[in-house]
């Protein structure tokens, strides 16, 4: 690893040298280029080298997620839609115990504004925002037939047949991988010029193709009926956030800080989407919008989170050619790692969601954005990054939007979108203001008042007024800090971390998902159909519908085992089993905990609550095992 | 009301004898837009004649609405747009509470395959549901400028100006009356018809107008970049779940009945939407297909609801002019007044779903569609309506769809979308089969074999084999009962319901909303700012904290009357007041209800389970009334 990190650093001092040097900006984004394309090395290497779940198979995974209908290809009877996804009811109760969880962990306890706003955004709005004119992708097209291949995607294809290709020369084998390396900080130049230079084509008809084109990602419509009135669905949630951002502060009597959350879909127009749920057309977002004085980004909860330790690679780290560091979030933003107290309580509140939904602390880490990849207003951003098969993916983006987006929408409407900052002390300033002369204006262009037009500002049409006055409020546009989620992209990686296989069982594949984001909380297995054991059944039943615990009833003739399998392959956290020892006074049921196969006995008239606070993990399995006795079976 | 009713009678008695005498269709559809007409003035009769809430005032209610920020019309800084709307906190939290309450009284307790579908819909899709061709309004252009109107509404607001104005002579008026009445029956001839007419013009510019024009309410898109992958955005959440179908009936382990829902936005492009939330271009829907054996709709919980009393508009009382009857679901189905029983299971759970977000039952009512309005396909339909100021409004339709849209879909796909159903006893039935005879075809037909073409069938090219089958299944193709729910419009339908003023002082207004859909549960007063409350306080405040009950603090320095009437207006049930008794050891507050401004005191460290079980309904204040002593305290 050590030449791969010190070939990042080489690069890493020089764009630092460069700059400090004020070389031409042409000069600096080469050397950043280069520079992605030996982190990119490292990286690949490094993810090669990491500890896998070794038994991981993702065929395995999207098998069994298809089978079980977690979710699936929207319109598949049609032939589908690439980039469109329906969850069925394993997916959708799980997603919707994500989101109710998210709505506690970030709503509930942190007192958020929550706003549901439209889908439908009229193009001056994002106009303003800046995603009709940036919001794109590169693609080109057949001259022929006008199909259409995402460029990067394109070239990426074309150079990894070629270099499989074993009469490929040394040469062009180096000049590809050097390409591949280097494709993601590529622009329409680079890349016409890479596909002028080896000759790309159209992988379908061989056809030439195109010089790239920008691709907008947003979907276009039009509302309402005269066609002139043009919208697109909302890329992100944000912006309804920030054009509601007056009534919000009224609602929070004036006063700043406050958040705002968003639960809601967002739309992107992906060229050709692929990786499921990963990159798709249509997604789930939940977005935050905390609003904060510019010169206070305090936060007043930031020392219950101090402590809270983060695996954090930083631009710094990342220039260096240094890995990702274990650092508590109170000393990173102490050194200034992290740019304030708000942004780092974020993190560390956003790393204790994804822990509580299922991803595993090992394989999660926050990479700040180096100063060129990060959008043009943001003063500092730090993506929670994934690590699946696809690799690093990110998650949670927290960044620090300063005031632009509010300013941008001022601009474009004129509608003052500030916060009033009542002043610890009056402050003394001085005004100078112009006053006209209204009436020498009246009499020089007496005839013209009322029409406009320039006139000759001479000195005798106005005075200056000079004079201190003292101001008891300070009207400033809050910075934005925004934590934005992608909710599919953490579910389908919980849905990865939690896969498992039995020890010794190779075929016995099960989710351990966290109980309080499991799909159903409990299975109910009668041990046979032996018609004695139903009033037992009806009380267990009757206990979960009290507690209002999702169940799933079992009671197909398979083997106790193979039903267990079958419960567990859902991840239903929690088993009950009804056995011939039940009917004894008082009658009792096992409780098998899936994560373990250890199941215990308890009383019937226990089980409701048992599970409720199990389910809510208000209580553990360790609990268990120390109040109810073991009950040993053997499940094949 | 008696000669209004008779008039109604006499054309419904018109209308059962032209069918009867096989009349033409174009003479029956003319007799059923008058006798619409003659119900629509009987209706507005009994509308103008029916209880309301005295104090009842739209301007007073929109006004709270927009100022405590329930919900407001989307992008006002940019001028906003007719049709959409974004929900604040308060509307945000209280829709979330409808809604989690519609996910507890039908997806858990009745045990359906909740799924999540794509909005984005490729058109093949809405092509087979008829919504391609069919989902269409009218409008009229202005020739000139392009400006549209919705046809109807263009003629019923020139009519409403004609007939205010006192020089318009008596026959004028008399045939404007007429065409008032008969709008809503009007297609396209009908309306240019009366254009023409009475010469009606652009409202806003008095430039002539185009014949009606069918207008397609379904927002278009184009997925992917090369511009022809044509889609819409859902109209109707159903879809998605027909071509799931399959995939759900395996879920289901292949058994029928069973039933699927689905919670998400649906999207219509209204020409000129008004009315507030009652018309609007996007919205969210909570839809149920229950599919079922189209020759058994019996349902297996009917007798649970069969008790259950309705009031039933049925299409009959329509055609005699006769008004709502009040009749057990039970009784109504086995008088054949309602289809099935599974139509009636579902229209009792949705009469006590609505009551339970806070519907006045005396204002509610389930009115059958006359046989020309249903859609084509459907053999039953029954609509919950509300009765606000705007009227009746159509709030959940409740239909038997038959198996028209699995039919459709099948015809576009040809992929199979039947279930098997096991015949309770095994039936032979007569097969007949035509069996070709390849040598013979080949040798006749050799060179042509594999080029098709029409072949002349003769008798020795094919033989017919007629033999008996036992067959253990049958396949058929599941009918749809749909409960289908505008929850915007219920949302808006409950506030004007809950919207109340306190007698003797017309300005104290407030929302009386069930606990479990007030956006905020419990407010938190203390009476003084005096610093020796602080730590009770915080007692109370950890207490609802533990419980998950949302909570508002207000220490600001109002008297606590005031302070009162704010939290009303908000419709928050529950008042936690901290009061200098307080301190008195065990630690006390007095809780107050809302709608009755009753009071009691109980002990600091009970506040939390006795507002959590009053905020989930699990007991109610009479309940309190009895447990804790009344505290008496003026709040002027």
Redesign the interface.
Known sequence: MAPLRSAVKEYGDLIRELKEKGAPKVDIDRAVIELKARKKRLEDREFELAPKEASFDRIKLEDLLKR??FY?Q?????GG??G??????M???M??NMIALW??HFI?EEGM??????????E??LKASGHVDRFADW?VKDVKT???FRADHLIKNHAEKILQDPKTDISTKNALTDVLAKLEGFDNNDMQEVISKFNFKSPVTGNDLTEPIA?NLM????????GD?K?Y?RPETAQ?IF??F???L??NQGKLPFAAAQIG?G?R????PRQGLIRV??FTMCEIEHFVDPNDKKHSKFSKVSDHKLNLLSACNQLAGKSAETVSIGKAVKEGIVANETLGYYMARVHMFLVKVGIDPRRMRFRQHLSNEMAHYACDCWDAEILTSYGWIECVGNADRACYDLQQ?FR??N?K?TAEKRLDEPKTINVTEIVPNKSAIGSKYKSDSKKGGEIDLTKELFSVKRYEKKIHVEEITPSVIEPSFGIGRIFYSVLEHSFRQREGDEQRRFLALPPMIAPIKCSLLPISSNSELDPILEAVRDQLVEY?I?FKLDDSAGSIGRRYARTDEIGIPFGITVDFKSQEQPWTVTLRYALTMEQVRLKVSEVGSVVSNLASERINWQNILETFPKFEQNES
Chains 1, 2 share one sequence.
């Open positions: 079980r209908f699936d929207s319109f598949s009877i049609y839609v690439n469109l996804y329906d969850y069925g009811p997916g959708c109760a997603k919707a709505r506690k509930l504004l929550e706003v549901d706003c439209s889908v439908l955004t009229p001056p709005v693609m006008g199909e259409c691709f979907f276009p419509t039009l509302i309402g009926p005269t009135f919208a669905l309804g054009v509601n007056k009534r919000l009224e609602f879909s739309f127009n992906e060229i050709s057309r249509e929408h474009a409407t509608v979108l209002e999702s």
